[in-house]
């Protein structure tokens, strides 16, 4: 029988390979493997290399969008078509995963004609001879895919504003919210991340007791009334300005448009949501906090690219030009040099981050160590900023904030062509945090400002956030999912994410309903950043090497 510890291991594999959180669940002895959207379930007595070639099949079905609800929908009460589908649909996921797979699932590889799901789709449904698929590739159950999905939709369409005082029990899962870890103390739930060292050492310095389902909307202008507790909750503030005009957008104003996913019909709405980049309406004097040594020896060697350097006394290939010049001079009866090496070291940032800093009405409320949330992710994002900067990494800072689709707002604090002195201190100082959180579209605009303006290889984007994606028509269910999806979409053009929550205890449950498959931490206070900044960014991109490397 397959051990918890066994299957947790299996699960962050899982969630890997198929780019969302996935828990791992035993069969009873000779039941075929298959999943729901959420869980893997595997053959607990089978071998362990036919689990895992189980497991990869499986999950790489849901990576290449080979089970999604259109798709399903045509094999249901089809059994002999769902078998056919499976054995060309199969192979096709394997191969559009290869670059994730283990190694010895490589050498199981078939060429497959088919380039996309639709295209396995009408191949099964052709008259063409299939070989049946092998039992490794488990089964198709379209039944149990349709539920889930159908229980998924009637969730996110729950009330505008939550009823005050609901059970954080009650909050429903869309169609990627599992997770195979539910230790609400572990603050990461990323594959990336998973319980090593890190996460150990991070569960000790952190707790998590933040729940969103405690009151009204987790947005604000300004409390609407006094809290005892330091529990913070998103009935503690209420926007009185906003309204639902609001979608409206500012008048006369122009801005990008981006999609957004509506996960009770598994779609994008085009064009749904208006970004403006607004320039900051105040200062406060700040200076650029003084270098945090632990953050600096833990960044120092971040996103590090190759320098070839020529006339090297040692090096890694031998330079041409310079052993010729050698020659020349032995002829002439010159003493030549022996510098005739070529040396790849490693000197040269090649990394560019982008901080998305939220400054909602939700992160005005009290914190850890009786400062707010903005106060500390303020004190977080500067830091952070700094240490990049001093390191010779390009550096971008956005604060971001919503009224409505039509109005979601992005300060940008510092461009990437812009200084980090005095000035773009005070503009960050001098943000106050007021109206709503439209978290997806902004990862969005983040996302396009990177991959436009960034002008490295390698790039990560930070999003310092308590998790509460709120604004109208943005609420929970609805709000988590578009967050998710905006962060899958950056991973997948090759963009580290990594999203941190400071000074806010949120529970971690909620927060993997928000952030997803990305490397997540909650950090109890930002001075904490400093030898964590470092192993979190690493993680962000490797995982962003992976997927820049994943065949087209």
């Not at 190759?306 to 020349?328: P, Q, Y």
């Not at 604090?413 to 978290?439: I, W």
């Not at 579209?441 to 930070?462: D, F, K, M, N, Y």
């Not at 927060?511 to 900044?533: D, K, M, N, S, W």
């Amino acid at each position: 029988m397959a051990d918890d510890h066994a299957l947790d291991r299996l699960a962050l594999l899982a969630s890997a390979l198929a780019g969302r959180p996935l828990t791992v669940t035993a069969l009873p002895p000779g039941t075929p493997a298959r999943t729901d959207g959420r869980t893997v379930y595997l053959d607990a007595t089978a071998a362990p290399r036919v689990r895992l070639e189980a497991l990869a099949v499986q999950a790489s079905l849901l990576a290449g969008g080979g089970l999604e609800p259109e798709i399903v929908r045509r094999l249901a009460r089809r059994r002999r078509l769902t078998e056919r589908y499976l054995a060309v649909e199969g192979r096709r996921a394997l191969l559009a995963n290869a670059r994730l797979l283990p190694g010895s699932m490589r050498l199981v590889l078939e060429p497959c004609t088919a380039a996309t799901p639709l295209d396995s789709l009408a191949i099964a449904a052709g008259r063409s001879h299939i070989a049946s698929p092998p039992a490794c590739f488990g089964v198709i159950r379209p039944s149990e895919l349709l539920a889930v999905h159908r229980a998924a939709g009637r969730t996110a369409d729950g009330p505008a504003h939550p009823p005050r005082r609901r059970s954080t029990a009650e909050l429903p899962d869309s169609d990627q919210d599992a997770d195979a870890e539910r230790d609400a103390a572990d603050p990461f739930s990323s594959p990336v991340g998973g319980g090593g060292a890190l996460g150990r050492l991070l569960s000790r310095l952190t707790s998590a007791t933040r729940r969103t389902g405690r009151g009204g909307p987790p947005g604000a202008d300004a409390p609407t009334h006094a809290r005892r507790s330091a529990t913070r909750g998103a009935g503690a503030v209420r926007s009185a300005a906003a309204t639902a005009d609001d979608a409206a957008g500012d008048a006369g104003a122009t801005g990008t448009r981006y999609p957004e996913w509506d996960s009770r019909r598994g779609r994008y709405r085009p064009d749904w949501c208006t970004v403006i980049e607004t320039e900051p309406t105040g200062t406060e004097p700040g200076a650029p906090p003084s270098g945090d040594r632990a953050m600096r020896r833990s960044l120092a060697r971040l996103g590090l690219g190759s320098t070839r350097l020529r006339r090297r006394r040692d090096g890694d290939d031998i330079d041409v030009d310079a052993v010729v010049a050698t020659r020349i001079e032995t002829a002439t009866g010159s003493t030549p040099d022996d510098a005739v090496y070529v040396a790849n070291l490693r000197r040269r940032h090649d990394l560019s981050v982008l901080i998305l800093l939220d400054v909602s009405g939700s992160a005005a409320e009290a914190g850890t160590g009786g400062r707010t949330v903005h106060e500390q992710q303020r004190e977080a994002a500067a830091a952070l900023a700094t240490a990049l900067h001093e390191l010779g990494n390009r550096v971008a800072v956005f604060a971001y904030s919503s009224r409505g689709r039509a109005a979601v707002h992005l300060t940008p604090v510092k461009r990437f062509e812009d200084r980090l002195d005095a000035t773009a201190m005070a503009r960050l100082y001098g943000l106050r945090p007021g109206a709503y959180s439209r978290l997806g579209a902004a990862i969005r605009h983040g996302t396009a400002t990177l991959r436009e303006r960034s002008g490295t290889p390698r790039r990560v984007l930070v999003v310092l956030s308590d998790g509460l994606a709120y604004d109208h028509g943005y609420e929970r269910a609805h709000g988590a999912a578009d967050a998710r999806k905006a962060l899958a979409e950056a991973g997948s053009a090759g963009i580290g994410c990594l999203c941190l929550t400071v000074g806010a205890a949120t529970d971690a449950t909620e927060l993997r309903q928000v952030f997803g498959a990305a490397a997540h931490a909650t950090i109890g206070h930002p001075e904490q950043l400093g030898r964590l900044a470092g192993p979190l960014l690493r993680l962000a991109l490797d995982r962003a090497d992976i997927r820049r490397r994943r065949p087209a």
